[in-house]
């Protein structure tokens, strides 16, 4: 039994005997638990990150907590998914150390919340590098170095970016991409036998890295409860298992589709206020013809 691991599944223990999933920001966060939902399921998985020595970390900890019995398995691989050598590298280093490629998470990301008119071309550029570029060229690279000739799953992981995405232009437009990528990816190379979907969390999803990257500790998090019909907190761990039934067989007639997992919280209200103003007059035609007849300048051509 995989007694040493801190997440357990509803899933079957053994499902992914033999199975390989490369995850992206496998470390932390979201992805972390996906990748001991994977480990608890038998997986060898692969852990990718920016950062060398995070990663690192995160796979010895990760790795101290597979029972000896246990099929399976943690690595990881230094990737900034931004750079198309370290893409191919960690594609080519992962099937050479496990073999073979089932699975494709895609769960690195990044953003930093900013109103739009502030965003720099080179913050901008740098969300959308890495959210939508680093998933495409991980998407690509897994068709190529394994999926197009043997079939496989890929998870692509968005956001709640369902009403726009105000505070975060860069990661809503990067988002919305992916979950657009995914239909086209799911029509191209559905004939070689790969599903490829999307999990969109929302942001009430709690976890230690989340409340690090937005500083200003739990209360962002908590100001958002009222707004959730769930009325609490999303878990990572009500992420991962999203991800491990839309990779197991249980989906097989799935794909090009998003599972949004949020509590209901896009379907209800949205934390963003508009301040009051009266900067948007209505339409007004009889007025423009007033204008029109007095002073004999065009102002319609209705
Ligand atoms: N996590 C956040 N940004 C990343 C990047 N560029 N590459 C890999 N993991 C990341």
Request: some cysteine.
């Amino acid at each position: 039994a995989a007694g040493g691991l801190r997440v357990r599944s509803a899933f079957r223990q053994g499902l992914f005997t033999d199975k390989v999933a490369i995850v992206t920001g496998g470390g932390t966060g979201i992805g972390k638990a996906i990748t001991q939902e994977l480990l608890y399921l038998g997986c060898k998985v692969m852990i990718a990150s920016r950062s060398e020595e995070k990663v690192r970390t995160a796979a010895a900890e990760m790795s101290s907590q597979i029972p000896t019995d246990s099929p399976a398995q943690i690595k990881a691989l230094q990737c900034n998914i931004r750079k198309e050598e370290d893409v191919k590298n960690l594609f080519s280093k992962t099937i050479g150390e496990f073999g073979k490629l089932d699975f494709l998470v895609n769960n690195a990301g990044g953003q930093f919340p900013s109103p739009a008119a502030h965003i720099s071309l080179k913050g901008w550029n740098a969300v959308v590098d890495t959210n939508l570029n680093g998933t495409f060229l991980c998407c690509r690279e897994a068709y190529h170095s394994w999926m197009s000739e043997h079939g496989g799953v890929i998870v692509n992981i968005i956001a709640d970016m369902w009403k726009g995405f105000p505070m975060m232009s860069h990661t809503g437009a990067a988002r919305a991409a992916v979950d657009n990528l995914t239909k086209s990816l799911a029509l191209e190379w559905a004939a070689n036998g790969i599903r490829i979907n999307s999990v969109a969390p929302g942001s009430s999803i709690y976890s230690d890295t989340a409340a690090r990257n937005y500083s200003s500790s739990d209360n962002i998090f908590l100001r958002e409860i009222p707004n959730i019909p769930a009325k609490r907190l999303g878990k990572p761990e009500e992420v991962s298992t999203a991800v491990c039934f839309l990779l197991s067989p249980s989906s097989a007639f799935i794909t090009g589709e998003t599972i949004k997992v949020d509590g209901g919280q896009s379907l209800y209200r949205f934390s963003f206020e508009v301040p009051d103003h009266n900067k948007q007059p209505a339409y007004d035609w009889e007025k423009l013809i007033k204008e029109e007849e007095s002073d004999g300048s065009p102002k319609s051509k209705l």
